[in-house]
């Protein structure tokens, strides 16, 4: 890992080659960055590249993206691919669902300042006894009953 804040790519040999259309945001938790991406926008002033609609491009690291952010016209701050192997759901305000599936989702770099999943993040978050402001757990604040 690099001396940026955000961690590199799990696997800079598969940037790139990951779906477009993934999920944006939530689940709460993280496990793997996959890449970082830089979205250009042809309405926004960034080159035309396929015919006015909105690509991006693929780094390995927050750094590299960061700059390429800063240099391309008509791109937007850099997001990261993550994937999460658990997550949490939250249909309705307050009412969480431990889910166990694979799943890819974009998310603003910032939320990787919250520590990496572990296998009692989740179970520390759904417990009854659980801090009354159970989101500490998550950004590593609070661990279970504290």
Known sequence: MSSQPYP??????????????????????WDEVL????????KGGAPDEHEGNDYYYAYASYAEAV?????????????????????LAEDEPGEYQHIKDVRLTEWPVEF??????????????????????RLDILRGLAGRGE
């Open 8 to 29: 590199d790519a799990i696997d800079v040999s598969l940037v790139g080659s990951y779906p477009a259309v993934v999920w944006n945001g939530g689940g709460y938790v």
């Open 35 to 42: 890449e970082y991406r830089v979205w250009c926008h042809p």
């Open 67 to 87: 700059a390429a952010s800063k240099r391309i016209e008509g791109a937007e701050e850099p997001v990261a691919l993550i994937r999460q192997l658990e997550y």
């Open 112 to 133: 990787l300042t919250r520590p990496k999943r572990t296998a009692d993040t989740i179970l520390a978050f759904l417990s009854s006894d659980a801090p009354a402001n």
